[in-house]
């Protein structure tokens, strides 16, 4: 579970042998812990002209505690924990250059585990092929961009829709805006996204509360983790309850101690059930609906590999991987959407895997459940929009749990080192990760499928 | 430019050598020739409880020569050149099961080079959420399929549109589905399709209008090609001109030796011209209304690479290939259309990139434009979809050509090598991929963008 060629790398000695001998250097990433400041240095906000974003993301920044530098007074030799450009300015292809001109002169000048962070607007949203193409091509950079700075820096594109929140549409709209990007800005730049890298974000117009306390934004929620016994699900139980929910930790009676050990940790409470037997959805509904009145946060993290080929696979390995990491999540779905049990404001979070969205050899069960997740998220988000329910998923790749630690050494470490970060990710990663969408704070973004992977080179 | 590799594996001594020691064995591909049957063997056709495609699938595969077979009778020990599967009936994520059932007999039993296509419905024209989950799903089954059986073989997820064709509605409706789904079919079943794998293909609505003779798909058509003098592009104007094409084969006047030699070998036409000057979309439509009247097909082939991390990019190189390869695009695809130089009928086919897809490092200008020409398809094609032209994209992988021979050594073998064909794609096999787009047969094709990559692992 650990990767100690990272830990020998990171260590005095090992730094020295690396760099003689063009070695992989994992760098050490920079996590969330709290009190710690957004970001480790200034930073620089830009825009393109008639950018409708930089004077709302300035006052986000700012009310968050991050000095902001402007690119015209700016001394060269600064450095920056994060680079953000407004692009939604941008309106044809040869406006893309103003990007050029700002990344340009500080692409070497950004800190270890620094930000960049480029906002567009939806391509569906331009108003015309030529402002669409343009605001598509962000894509390109941002994800070239994650490859090529290394030292732990990521870089994300975020869509930001235009139907809230214009600036210059007076202070409601804005603070409209102001509201519902701010806590996917708080994640990016914060080491809470250390293992996020080369990704979309799309934020919507979904209703987003703030929370009194961002050290605190779960205080109050109701949060329901399966699969929560260990690896990432026991991580996501510490990370939720840390920052301020009260969590029921689920898993299979097989699991029951190790759960127990979760929930006394965490001042949660434990509930043993296995999810595929067909009395299970509305057990735990009664569960829910008993101890907390509802369940503000559902997190379908429970799930299981069983891998063969097609060829050798038994029936037995395809029925039951589908249906623990797909169709039990959907059962469990309609039995507390139909009984109301998730509010408005409520949160569904699944996890995918990269494999579903690339395929693998010896997983076609695995690979066609996580990518069945993504169908979900895509065909529920939409639907329970007017209920003011999110739904998103999450798709770890290379994560440092027990799963992997079984992998034979060569694959394993090429699976760890092919990607922007050049190590595997940790538990906690996906588990911050899960927890920003799960926010009162995150409810304009919706319909996501958010990868945790450190920009895997492995897609589609 | 030929990798040695792959055909000392394929030469007697080598095979012995490599499976001793369990290097890659790239698969010689079976590539198109015209008058070859469409598959090496017969194809079984299976479909899920409800299906609606198994019944016009089964006609287009007889009416095009191909043996087809039916699960239920058929022998355990024959080996097939496809198994076709429709899952549009597919309504639930249990439902999945049907495919386990369909293709685990046989999984082992596909010829080399051999086809895996599932059918399935558009997620977003689903009537459920639980229907649009099972559909989305397929997408993982697919790709890993593509992954897992090896030896050429290529496995696709081809959702085709609900709008038209539904065998229960009588003939003329299906005879629609026929039409706007049989070129797709064809392409995908042959030997042209030799290094598309893990590909999700969109058929839509569109009007399709099948040849005389499918050996000559593009007869009478007259086709623009950019950058045609030599590498894809000079592939492409064989084989358009092979299929019937008259090709205008363009190229800047530096090339212009090689662009006549390239001409003149095909019968078609050349021209010299630098596409970046501002009177080059002028010029270049005076010569095609004046010649011919009209374009049928215009490829938008030409593009260049200026490499550098961006700390270390001058501008220049910045903007050579954004105007190259995304704005000369554009102004050209302008004035085209607003003189009605492309008919109804008309197919625009322009050159993405995985880079474009994924990002690389050293390539933020290259990355930009390839994800730019992304979105051009993706808007234009809703606007053009009236005017019954359409437009799509390839995105190629690692293909042999001088850019690539360049590439050094380990990193060129990484590339070659990282993919489910264990070898790098030939420009032919870019070039026939979009022949089928630029078939009058595939106007129910928009909107597309379809790696050539050998299912590259890389993705995004």
Redesign the interface.
């Known amino acids: 579970m650990t990767d100690r060629y990272a830990s020998f790398v990171q260590s005095g000695a090992g730094r020295t042998l690396v760099k003689r001998l063009g070695l992989p250097d994992p760098p050490r990433l920079r996590r969330h812990r709290p009190g710690d400041p957004l970001l480790p240095g200034p930073a620089l906000l830009g825009a393109a002209t008639g950018g409708r974003l930089a004077e709302p993301v300035g006052r986000i920044l700012a009310f968050a505690g991050v000095e902001v530098r402007d690119p015209l007074t700016v001394d060269a030799d600064t450095r920056f924990g994060a680079l953000v450009y407004d692009a939604t300015g941008v309106t ?3 406006g ?2 103003q990007l ?2 700002f ?2 002169p500080h ?2 000048s950004v800190l270890p585990s620094g930000r960049v962070i480029v906002l567009g607007t939806p ?2 949203e ?1 108003g ?3 402002e ?17 700075f290394g030292r732990g820096v990521t870089a994300q594109l975020v869509y930001v829709t235009k139907e809230t929140g214009n600036a210059s549409d007076g202070p409601d709209l804005s603070a409209g805006t102001l509201t519902s990007l701010d806590s996917t800005l708080r994640f990016l730049l914060s080491g809470r996204s250390a293992y996020v890298s ?1 990704q979309v974000v799309r934020v919507g117009a979904g209703h987003a509360q703030a929370p009194a306390d961002w050290d605190r934004p779960l205080d109050g929620q109701v949060a329901l983790v399966t699969g929560a016994a260990r690896g990432i699900g026991a991580a996501l139980a510490r990370v939720l309850a840390r920052d301020g929910a009260q969590v029921v930790a689920l898993d299979v009676p097989a699991a029951g101690d190790a759960l127990a050990a979760v929930a006394n940790e965490i001042g949660g409470s434990a509930v043993q059930l296995d999810l595929t037997t067909p009395e299970a959805p509305a057990r735990l509904a009664e569960h829910l609906a008993s101890r907390h009145g509802r369940v503000d946060v559902v997190v379908h993290n429970a799930g299981i590999t069983r891998d063969k ?3 050798r ?1 038994d ?1 037995d390995r ?2 039951s991987v ?2 623990v990491n ?2 039990s999540q ?1 059962r469990i779905n309609d039995v507390l959407l139909e009984r109301k049990l998730i509010p408005a404001g409520g949160r569904i979070v699944a996890v995918s895997s990269i ?18 997740v ?3 998220v ?3 988000a939409p ?1 329970l929009r007017e209920r003011q329910i999110s739904v998103n998923a999450v798709a770890p790749g290379f994560i440092e749990t027990r799963m992997t630690a079984r992998i034979p050494l060569m694959v394993r470490e090429a699976g760890r080192r092919m990607n922007s970060m050049s190590q595997g990710g940790l538990p906690v990663d996906v588990a911050e990760t899960i927890g920003w969408l799960a926010w009162p704070a995150s409810g304009a973004v919706s319909g996501n499928v958010v990868r945790v992977c450190g920009q895997s ?4």
């Open positions: 044809d292809s040869t893309l250059r050029y001109d990344l340009h692409a070497r391509p569906a331009c015309s092929p030529r669409a193409t343009a605001q598509r091509a962000l894509e390109g950079l941002t994800r070239s961009i994650g490859k090529e080369g080929t097609l060829g696979m029936a395809w029925d589908i249906d797909l169709s959907e494999a579903g969205i690339a395929g693998n050899r010896g997983q076609t069960n695995y690979a066609t459940s996580k990518a069945g993504i169908g979900l895509d065909s529920l639907v080179l492995l897609g589609a």
